[in-house]
């Protein structure tokens, strides 16, 4: 465990080249600038993702590169400020990034999320790299995905992917950026059962989807933001030393 995360952009080509040698993997947070209703700033999910990324570099000596701040966002529809990229762009992005990290001799990537819309892309993407380099492993993943999604306390009864700006995401901001929080602006939304996922404003006046947002603390997004921190750390750590499955397949 270092004092300091390893943050790409602020080593030397050396550096890089250094680094690489000790451990051939790389944290990729992936964000997004959008709508978080009337309290949260625009950019949530980069911001929560990058602090995860950071604390898990530093937890492991695994390098992080900047976050990748913009994702597939348009499904929130008319309301402002968000900037969306088509899921194609975002496929077209991660490519080049790990093309260009894949040439610095980095082998294993850890695409790590901040945004559920981007699922879809991150995982085209790491199917299509895997395939590409047959050398390197390649796995996206939710910050809150190496512990069991009912121990999120978001107070979020329904709604798999629609809850957003609610009591969790609130929290952790309120521990993490509270200069960003407008409490004073907080307003819930009753999530409801459905089977199909619909544009946010299509569901909620607001933005905002989850109860007893005004109930957020900073306490409890310490807690849960160290909860991710730890899962996906101790997830890291693990993976990165992981056996490839044989021999024959290991690449050389």
Not at 4 to 13: D, L
Not at 115 to 126: E, P, R, T
Not at 228 to 251: D, F, G, L, Q, Y
Request: aromatic fraction near 6%; charged fraction near 25%; charge should be negative.
């Amino acid at each position: 465990m270092s004092e300091q995360p390893n943050r790409w952009e602020e080593m030397t080509w050396q550096d890089a080249g250094e680094i690489t040698e000790r451990t051939d993997a790389v944290i990729i947070p992936v964000g997004a600038i959008e709508q978080h209703g009337p309290h949260l700033p625009l950019n949530v999910d980069t911001v929560i993702c990058q602090a995860v990324a950071e604390e898990v570099s530093r937890v492991t000596g695994v390098p992080t590169i900047p976050p990748l701040s913009y994702g597939v966002s348009g499904s929130h529809g008319d309301f402002a400020g968000t900037i969306a990229l088509r899921p194609e762009t975002l496929i077209a992005v991660v490519e080049d990034v790990i093309d260009s990290l894949h040439a610095s001799g980095v082998r294993q990537f850890i695409l790590l999320n901040g945004h559920i819309w981007n699922n879809g892309s991150l995982d085209v993407s790491a199917e299509k790299l895997r395939v590409r380099h047959k050398d390197s492993r390649i796995r996206a993943l939710g910050y809150v995905t190496m512990y069991p999604g009912p121990e999120v306390n978001g107070r979020v009864q329904f709604g798999r992917g629609l809850m957003h700006a609610n009591f969790f995401e609130t929290s952790v901001m309120l521990h993490l950026r509270p200069e960003l929080v407008r409490m004073e602006k907080a307003t819930s939304h009753l999530d409801v059962d459905s089977f199909w996922d619909y544009r946010m404003d299509q569901v909620s006046e607001t933005g905002v989807w989850g109860r007893d947002v005004a109930e957020a603390n900073a306490d409890h997004g310490r807690s849960e933001f160290e909860r991710c921190v730890r899962t996906t750390a101790e997830a890291v750590a693990a993976a990165v030393r992981e056996p490839w499955p044989s021999s024959a397949h290991r690449p050389v």
